[in-house]
Antibody
Framework: QVQLVQSGAEVKKPGASVKVSCKAS????????IHWVRQAPGQGLEWMGW????????NYAQEFQGWVTMTRDTSISTAYMELSRLTSDDTAVYYC???????????WGQGTMVTVSS | EIVLTQSPGTLSLSPGERATLSCRAS???????LAWFQQKPGQAPRLLIY???SRATGIPDRFSGSGSGTDFTLTISRLEPEDFAVYYC?????????FGQGTRLEIK
């Protein structure tokens, strides 16, 4: 079946970087975008950007430009999201989601909890 | 940026009742690219409705979406116990993609 499986929980210190992976299966990886969305504890959903796995093109939300990097490895159908210069405000669950023009974000990963604490 | 405002913030209803959730956009949503998600504690959001009114795969027909332009509605015709959750609207027609702040549907 179509699914996205994310890497496990992370604990980082302020100022560090984190890299979260998202492995796709059950569909052609390069045919759909991968979006990244985060959710701080008890808060709503915040879109971070997308990557086009076909050509590596990206579109980042303005808030994250300069400190988020989205990449992919088509050989293993995996997308990555790296966030640098972490602060406590980056403590959140990070989700990847499959994207298309018509359906929007239809399939979501299980989420990766990132905790930033000294 | 399109701002989505959901109302009410919290909706208290009983199983079997009808739920009506609203999502208003600050400007017209392109091509009705408006989606609704359900989220339960500790789970990822689940797509219910896309294109304002199309049900996603496997979604029961008690869920329906309507609207266009700036005003959209999610209706749950007869609430089941498993429907009590937080609901988000999302517009994906223009960048940046944005979400509403959510409506919590709780058991009365």
């Amino acid at each position: 079946q179509v699914q996205l499986v994310q890497s496990g929980a992370e604990v980082k210190k302020p100022g560090a970087s984190v890299k979260v992976s998202c492995k796709a299966s059950g569909y052609t990886f390069t045919a759909y975008y991968i979006h990244w969305v985060r959710q701080a504890p008890g808060q709503g959903l915040e879109w971070m950007g997308w990557i086009n796995p076909n050509n590596g093109g990206t579109n980042y939300a303005q808030e994250f430009q300069g400190w988020v990097t989205m990449t992919r490895d088509t050989s293993i159908s995996t997308a990555y999201m790296e966030l640098s210069r972490l602060t406590s405000d980056d403590t959140a669950v990070y989700y990847c989601a499959r994207g298309s023009v018509a359906l929007g974000t239809d399939i979501w990963g299980q989420g990766t909890m990132v905790t930033v604490s000294s | 940026e399109i701002v989505l405002t959901q109302s009410p913030g919290t909706l208290s209803l009983s199983p079997g009742e009808r739920a009506t959730l609203s999502c208003r956009a600050s400007q017209s949503v392109s091509s009705s690219y408006l989606a609704w998600f359900q989220q339960k504690p500790g789970q990822a959001p689940r797509l219910l409705i896309y294109g304002a009114s199309s049900r996603a795969t496997g979604i029961p027909d008690r869920f329906s979406g309507s609207g266009s332009g700036t005003d959209f509605t999610l209706t749950i015709s007869r609430l089941e116990p498993e429907d009590f959750a937080v609901y988000y609207c999302q517009q994906y027609g223009s960048s940046p993609i944005t979400f509403g702040q959510g409506t919590r549907l709780e058991i009365k």
